[in-house]
């Protein structure tokens, strides 16, 4: 990796690179990137539609957007996020999505977690409190955890 930037949606994280909302497509400039990570970033977004283009805008040709949403969660509104928290995902409203602006065959997206461990994290339990065994079994009908990949195509 050469370079890296971090976004921020205001100027209150000394370590932000970029300020400013992805809902904007102003925020980023056209074929910036050639990977895209965004963590539990975009269910904060109301307009994830416009958030999603523009990140497809900023992406170079064959340029990767890797992103994860939350599942199963406590919406914390206790947190610094919880006045911005518009929306629940699962992996099928993470695919429609991505599908509006990538490829329908340059996308993976899968979602992770069983019913122990949605429990664990809703009841905010440590790693020493569940074994490794329960936390690698999947369960579709109790996601933790959506992430998706996408591609964007190589020609412009």
């Not at 930037?5 to 074929?31: H, K, M, Q, W, Y």
Request: include cysteine; charge should be negative.
């Amino acid at each position: 990796m050469e370079k890296s930037d971090i976004l921020f949606v205001d100027d209150s994280n000394p370590n932000a690179t970029i300020i400013g909302d992805l809902a904007d497509p102003e925020t980023l400039r056209e074929l910036q990137f050639d990977c895209i990570v965004l963590t539990q970033t975009l269910h904060l977004l109301f307009d994830m539609r416009a958030a999603l283009a523009t990140l497809h805008r900023a992406l170079k040709p064959g340029g990767i957007l890797l992103l994860t949403v939350p599942g199963i969660s406590p919406v914390g509104r206790e947190s610094d996020w919880g006045h911005t928290w518009c929306w629940s995902l699962t992996a099928v409203s993470v695919r429609r999505l991505v599908q509006e602006q990538f490829e329908p065959g340059s996308i993976h997206v899968e979602a992770h977690g069983n019913l122990e461990a949605a429990i664990a994290f809703l009841q905010q339990r440590v790693l020493d409190d569940v074994t490794r065994d329960a936390l690698d079994q999947h369960d579709p009908s109790y996601p933790v955890i959506v992430a998706a990949r996408a591609k964007k195509s190589a020609v412009k």
